[in-house]
């Protein structure tokens, strides 16, 4: 294994990711995993990997580093300050780099999240089938100033770019689909109306466990009821009627009442927003959330198709 890049400032927070840990939740382990799987899948394509292979999310930039050896990069997300030697790169290419070289990755201005992959993977130590990192389960890998990242075996790749037409949108700011729960008959009409017609600010209690918005209350729903799982996306209403959008590192189950679930493409959008962020929510049917899911994959493999 070798080193091929010495950490200099790893930003606010910097991990290592894969698509997560499946199949572990009787264990109370949580599924984890990249914040944006079509990012994540195009970075390892646009190096060559496997799409699951280890790569880095970045939490607000701020993120520098020498290179070692000779790699090659590719950075995904929305656009952001990205230079090599100080020159302007452009996201969403593969980028060769040479020993000596400095990558540097500046603070974004709007969106939180990206991804960093490089050439063969990154070497991480697996835990139950996943190297995905969940501080509150000390499980993975959170990268600090002087950690060196190795690669987790030797690639090489021609130059890669995704086609413009594939890139996301980041600039949107439309309402986040969200589907009804079975217990959303225990909430009033009223209340239904008042979250869909309402916006709700994220607060500063917001991380990859779950986001904490705050607006018009909503009546918790009271009543003896068992714990159950908590599946990506779930809307709880505790008893001060202000919801948590529960994310990636949610625990695995909860008591509280659910209103509904952000569907799985709307929450990679929930983790691009910060503290002071608006959003909303627009309800949509379970066959409208699979149709939008079903495109969703068609996108992913004509990228993937296209960087082959």
Known sequence: MTSVLKVINPGLYCCVQDLGRFGQNHLGLTTGGCHDPYA????????????????LELTLG????????????????????????????????????????????????????????ISGGIKAQSHFTS???????????????NSLIKQ????????KRLPA?????????????????????????????????????????SDRMGYRIQGAALESPTG???????????????????????????????????????????CANLLQKRAGDEVAFNAISIEKAQNLNHLAQVKLQRALDALN
């Open 40 to 55: 994540f899948k195009v970075a390892n394509a646009l190096v060559g990997n496997p799409i699951n292979s280890p790569a």
């Open 152 to 159: 987790q075996a030797p690639r090489f790749t021609k130059q």
């Open 224 to 266: 003896a009821r068992f714990s159950e799982g908590i599946n990506l996306g779930a809307i709880q209403v505790p008893a001060d009627g202000q919801p948590i959008v529960l994310l990636n590192d949610r625990q695995t189950i909860g008591g509280y009442p659910k209103l509904g679930s952000v569907t799985a493409l709307d």
């Open 165 to 205: 037409n594939l890139i996301p949108n980041y600039c949107q700011n439309s309402p986040l689909n969200m589907v009804l729960a079975l217990q959303h008959h225990e909430f009033s009409t009223v209340d239904i109306n008042r979250f869909l017609s309402s916006s709700y600010t994220i607060t500063g209690q």
């Open 131 to 145: 190297v995905s990192t969940v501080m509150r389960e000390g499980l993975g890998c959170k990268v600090e100033a």
């Open 62 to 117: 701020g993120f520098r580093a020498e290179v070692l050896a000779p790699i090659t990069i590719a950075l995904t997300g929305p656009n952001v300050g990205f230079t090599i030697n100080n020159k302007s790169q452009v996201l969403w290419q593969s980028i060769q780099v040479a020993r000596g070289d400095v990558i540097e990755i500046a603070t974004p201005h709007i969106d939180l999240r990206h991804t960093l992959a």
